[in-house]
C-alpha cells in the first residue's frame, strides 16, 4: 500500500488518539484527560532479566546492581538484531582506574552521533564516509536513502551535516540532489514479508532503507545559577515528560586537563561495524501483485461472515448446522471452496468464508445460511451474525501463494469440521490433542521435512512460545512434568504401525486424505526448507489448524503440541543414534 495512504489519520493504520484529531472549536486549547486504556506490553526475556535485579536490588536496598554473565545464561544474544553500524557513547569519570559511564548503545547507523561534526573536521568525515560505505556494502541491492529533516529553522545548524549517502529522502524539508537521486514520499509503499515491514520505492522497485542522522540532545544544567534554572523551566515546560540524569563528572579525576590542571568534561564515542548479516535481496514482482484480489466485499465471489457465539456451543454450531449446509452448497457446485476459523474481538465468534461459484447466487446463499441459523438465535444461542469484507491476508501469505493458501485452508477446513462432528461431545477433549499432534507431524511430512528437521523446527517454535509465556523456571518445570507423564503415550500415539488397530483409525485415516491433498499444495508453493518464508508459511497452516481444532486456549494447547513433538523427536533420535541406526 503507499505509505501515504498507510499513515492517512482516517484512512490508513490508525493511531491510538485517531478520535482527537480534526477541528474542534469548543474544546480546542484544553487539556482534558482520556479515560485509562490499558495497554499490554510484552517483554523479552533480557528485560525481564533486567527487572528481576532492579527488583532484587530495591528488596535489598542495594546501591548499586551487579550484572555478570551468569545472570543472562539463559539468554540468546546468538539472534540480536544489531545494525550494520553502530555507536557507543561514553564518559570517562576516572582517568586512572579507567571507570566510564556508559551513556548509550544506540542507532540504525554509526552516524547517528558523529554525522553533524563532518562539516567542521576532516578526519571526522573520513570516518562518517567509511561507516557509510560499509553500510552501502551490507545494504545487498537495497537502497539506503538519508532523511533531509528539518523540523524547525532554528535547529539548523544543529542538523547540518555533510551529504553521506547517493539517494535522498526530502521530508519538510529541500534536498540538493539530482531527480533521479531524491526519492519522493508519493513514490514509497509499503508491504509486510515474512513478519517484516517493507519499504519500497515504486519506481525504482527496490527495498529502501531509511536512515535519519539526528541524536538526542542533552542540556546541561548547573543548579547553583539562576538563569540556567530559568532555562530548564523554559525548555520543559510544554513538555509531557523528561528524563533527568545526575551529572558524575570529577575536575578532579579529569580523563582531559589543560596546562594549569583544569579538567574538562569528556564525552567519547566508539564506532563498531557489524558485517554478520546482510538486509536479504527482495525480489518485488508488481504484475503477480495487482492480478490479485486483496479485498472482497459483501455481494462479491467471496462471502465472509461471523457467528457470535458460546465457546462450547461453537463445536456445534460448526459440526451440526454450518456444516451440512456447506456440504450442500459444495454438492450442488454453489460454492468452490471454504474455510473457518476462531477468534475474539469484541467477543468470541466462528468466521466463515465461502468462495461462491457465481456472486449471483450471494443473496441466496445467505437465505439458506439464515434459515439454519434463525432457530439458534430465538434460542439464545447465537448472539448475532455480522457480515463483512474479507481482506485478504497477502502480507502473511505472499500474492503468489494466497490463492493456494486459501486451497489448503478449505482442504484443513473440511478435515477439521468432519472430524470434530465424528467426536462423542462428552470425551471429545481428550482425543483432540492427539489430532492435532498427529495433524501437526503429518504436516512437516507433508512439507517435506526429514526428522532431524522436525525435531529443529518444534524445538524453535515451541521456545518461541516458551518466551511468549513468559517463560520461567517455574513454567520449565510444569513442560517437564508434562512430558514426563505423556511420554509413553506419546510414543505410542507416533507408532504408525499400529494406527489400523487404534479407536480413532477413521479419524487417522481423514487426516491421510488431508495429507495426500496437502502434499500437492505444499509442492506448487515452491517453497524449502533453507528459505525464512518456509518457516513461516508452515507455522502459519498448522497454526490455522489448531486454531480450529481447539475451541478455546489454541496457543496454550498449541505451545503444548509443539513442546511434545520436540522432545519426541530429540528423544527419538538419541536413541537412534545410540543404537546406531540411520535416522
Not at 490508525?14 to 482534558?32: A, C, E, Q, S
Not at 546501591?63 to 544489531?82: C, G, M, Q, Y
Not at 461472515?305 to 458460546?310: E, H, L, N, R, T
Not at 489448524?545 to 475451541?551: A, L, Q
Request: glycine share 4%; charged share 25%.
Amino acid at each position: 500500500m503507499p505509505l501515504l495512504q498507510v499513515l492517512d489519520v482516517e484512512n490508513g493504520v490508525g493511531y491510538p488518539n485517531k478520535d482527537t484529531v480534526g477541528v474542534n472549536y469548543l474544546i480546542d486549547g484544553m487539556v482534558i484527560g482520556n479515560a485509562q486504556q490499558d495497554y499490554e506490553i510484552k517483554w523479552t526475556l533480557l528485560q525481564k532479566r533486567l527487572f528481576e535485579l532492579l527488583l532484587k536490588s530495591y528488596k535489598n536496598d542495594a546501591k548499586s546492581i551487579i550484572i555478570s554473565e551468569e545472570d543472562f545464561k539463559d539468554v540468546d544474544f546468538t539472534n540480536a538484531n544489531l545494525p550494520h553500524s553502530f555507536a557507543i557513547k561514553f564518559n570517562v569519570l576516572n582517568a586512572e582506574t579507567e571507570k566510564i559511564q556508559l551513556d548509550a548503545i544506540a542507532g540504525a547507523t554509526a552516524n547517528l552521533l558523529i554525522g553533524r561534526f563532518g562539516h567542521g573536521n576532516a578526519a571526522i568525515a573520513e570516518i562518517i564516509n567509511e561507516i557509510t560505505e560499509h553500510e552501502e556494502l551490507q545494504a545487498n541491492d537495497s537502497i539506503l536513502a538519508e532523511i533531509v529533516h528539518l523540523p524547525e529553522s532554528r535547529i539548523g545548524n544543529i542538523l547540518s551535516r555533510p551529504e553521506m549517502r547517493n539517494y535522498e529522502m526530502a521530508y519538510l524539508a529541500k534536498s540538493n540532489k539530482e531527480n533521479q537521486f531524491q526519492i519522493k514520499i508519493s513514490d514509497l509503499y509499503v508491504s509486510v514479508r515474512n513478519g517484516n515491514i517493507i519499504l519500497r520505492s515504486k519506481a525504482l522497485n527496490k527495498q529502501i532503507i531509511p536512515r535519519l542522522v539526528d541524536g538526542d540532545n542533552e542540556l546541561l544544567i548547573n543548579s547553583e545559577e539562576e538563569i540556567a534554572i530559568l532555562s530548564f523551566i523554559d525548555t520543559i515546560k510544554n513538555r509531557s515528560s523528561i528524563n533527568l540524569e545526575e551529572f558524575l563528572f570529577n575536575t578532579n579525576q579529569a580523563l582531559i586537563k589543560d596546562t594549569a590542571g583544569n579538567g574538562y568534561t569528556n564525552e567519547c564515542v566508539a564506532i563498531l561495524l557489524n558485517d554478520s548479516t546482510k538486509f536479504p535481496k527482495i525480489n518485488f514482482d508488481d504484475k503477480k501483485e495487482i492480478a490479485i484480489s486483496r479485498q472482497f466485499l459483501p455481494g462479491s465471489e467471496w462471502l465472509y461472515f461471523k457467528i457470535y457465539c458460546g465457546v462450547k456451543t461453537s463445536d456445534y454450531i460448526l459440526t451440526e448446522v454450518i456444516l451440512p449446509v456447506i456440504e450442500n452448497f459444495i454438492e450442488k457446485g454453489t460454492i468452490k471452496k471454504w474455510f473457518y476459523l476462531r477468534y475474539v474481538d469484541t467477543d468470541y465468534h466462528l468466521r466463515f468464508r465461502l468462495h461462491l461459484t457465481n456472486p449471483n447466487e450471494f443473496d441466496g446463499v445467505m437465505n439458506e445460511i439464515n434459515t439454519a441459523l434463525s432457530s439458534l438465535h430465538d434460542n439464545g444461542l447465537i448472539a448475532k451474525v455480522q457480515l463483512d469484507t474479507y481482506n485478504r491476508e497477502i502480507e502473511r501469505y505472499g500474492a503468489d501463494k494466497i490463492e493456494a493458501t486459501e486451497e489448503l485452508f478449505f482442504i484443513d477446513s473440511m478435515f477439521c469440521a468432519n472430524f470434530i462432528n465424528y467426536l462423542d461431545p462428552e470425551i471429545g477433549i481428550s482425543i483432540k490433542w492427539q489430532i492435532a499432534l498427529r495433524g501437526t507431524d503429518q504436516y512437516l511430512d507433508d512439507f517435506g521435512l526429514d526428522l532431524e528437521q522436525k525435531a529443529a523446527f518444534t524445538e524453535k517454535v515451541a521456545e518461541n512460545f516458551f518466551f511468549e509465556n513468559k517463560g520461567d523456571t517455574f513454567l520449565r518445570k510444569q513442560l517437564n512434568e508434562k512430558y514426563r507423564k505423556m511420554r509413553s503415550e506419546v510414543e505410542d500415539l507416533m507408532l504408525l504401525e499400529k494406527d489400523a488397530e487404534r479407536e480413532i483409525a477413521p479419524l487417522l485415516e481423514l487426516l491421510s486424505e488431508r495429507s495426500y491433498a496437502n502434499k500437492t499444495i505444499a509442492a506448487s508453493l515452491n517453497v524449502q526448507y533453507e528459505d525464512k518464508e518456509f518457516h513461516n508459511l508452515v507455522f502459519s497452516y498448522i497454526h490455522m489448524m489448531h486454531n480450529r481444532i481447539f475451541n478455546a486456549k489454541q496457543r496454550h494447547n498449541e505451545f503444548i503440541i509443539y513442546e511434545l513433538l520436540s522432545r519426541h523427536y530429540k528423544s527419538f533420535i538419541a536413541r537412534k543414534k545410540y543404537e546406531k541406526i540411520p535416522v
